[in-house]
T-cell receptor
Framework: DAGVIQSPRHEVTEMGQEVTLRCKPI?????LFWYRQTMMRGLELLIY????????DSGMPEDRFSAKMPNASFSTLKIQPSEPRDSAVYFC?????????FGQGTRLTVV | AQRVTQPEKLLSVFKGAPVELKCNYS??????LFWYVQYSRQRLQLLLR??SRESIKGFTADLNKGETSFHLKKPFAQEEDSAMYYC???????????FGQGTELSVKP
């Protein structure tokens, strides 16, 4: 297994544009998490899914952020419209009952 | 609310010195505590979990429920230990997993 796969690895976009981040979890894992990493706040949990169902989205900062998991092998995190303060590294992780496996992250820069 | 606090953003030690990365948590129930590590240009990966009571790469961590702490320790730091370390808490098996702000460990020769 190639592990958790995120795309794109880097994204540079202009303020106001829509951004879609993608994640393919490890097959068989039943939970999927989206995190945002910044110097100031470290790793913030945005949302997590269990068996493709959103369980807790209390970390989603604003209505501009939305996440979906249409099936067990794919999830998206969308920001519309994007703002400069959204610039960060976004991580996806999928878990067994005992361990979370992380993707390489998407470095988002909004100019 | 559940919270994980790592008070040090940066910890710098010399090779061979003992190291302790602090982690405190707030949760009224029985949490599961973890340490994750991110080496330069690599993914976050699990270092150790409290229920396993294991030592990985010379690191240990003991859960102290009285002090609500889960500090990470190593008696003799090595240069290859330089990395970002995150303490994490989960309170439902396979459920919500939250992280502290992270501590960057720098081990100098």
């Amino acid at each position: 297994d190639a592990g958790v796969i995120q795309s794109p690895r880097h994204e540079v976009t202009e303020m106001g544009q829509e951004v879609t981040l993608r994640c393919k979890p490890i097959s068989g894992h039943n939970s999927l998490f989206w995190y945002r990493q910044t110097m100031m706040r470290g790793l913030e949990l945005l949302i997590y899914f269990n068996n493709n169902v959103p369980i807790d989205d209390s970390g989603m900062p604003e209505d501009r952020f939305s996440a979906k998991m249409p099936n067990a092998s794919f999830s998206t995190l969308k920001i519309q419209p994007s703002e400069p303060r959204d610039s960060a590294v976004y991580f996806c992780a999928s878990t067994t009952w005992t361990e979370a496996f992380f993707g390489q992250g998407t470095r988002l820069t909004v100019v | 609310a559940q919270r994980v606090t790592q008070p040090e953003k940066l910890l710098s030690v010399f090779k061979g010195a003992p190291v302790e990365l602090k982690c405190n948590y707030s949760y009224s129930g029985s949490p599961e505590l973890f340490w994750y590590v991110q080496y330069s240009r690599q993914r976050l990966q699990l270092l150790l979990r409290h229920i396993s009571r294991e030592s990985i790469k010379g690191f240990t961590a003991d859960l102290n429920k009285g002090e609500t702490s889960f500090h990470l320790k190593k008696p003799f730091a090595q240069e290859e230990d330089s990395a970002m370390y995150y303490c994490a808490l989960s309170y439902n098996q396979g459920g919500k997993l939250i992280f502290g702000q992270g501590t960057e460990l720098s081990v100098k020769p």
